[in-house]
């Protein structure tokens, strides 16, 4: 498991969350799991602030590099509005960090 210091994990949040606004996607927990994977690497290798880890995000995952899935976030395979997930953005802070610990 992967720790995290409070500011480590604010920089990552709002990188996967800047992914999520720069494409109009609602937050999808596979999809969210990979972004926060990667993000946490791009930071272990000295990418170290969110617009610069959103934006290796963005050119390395586009929003066709997920297959649509059913999920909670998700319809019959079609996305849920994004209006809902953006206004839920500062709520959220994607589920990977519920599952991420970090050091206050």
């Not at 395979?77 to 953005?89: F, L, T, Y």
Request: charged share 25%; glycine share 4%.
């Amino acid at each position: 498991m992967t720790t995290l210091t409070k500011d480590e994990f604010q920089i990552l949040s709002r990188a996967v969350v800047l992914w999520y606004r720069f494409y109009g996607l609602s937050p999808v927990e596979y999809r969210s799991a990979i972004l926060c994977r990667e993000a946490v690497d791009l930071y272990r290798e000295g990418t170290t602030t969110s617009e610069a880890v959103a934006d290796e995000l963005i050119a390395r995952y586009s929003a066709e590099s997920f297959p649509l899935r059913k999920s909670s976030g998700a319809r019959d395979g079609i996305e849920v509005s994004s209006q809902r997930a953006k206004s839920a953005d500062q709520t959220t802070e994607i589920s990977w960090l519920s599952q991420r610990r970090y050091i206050p």
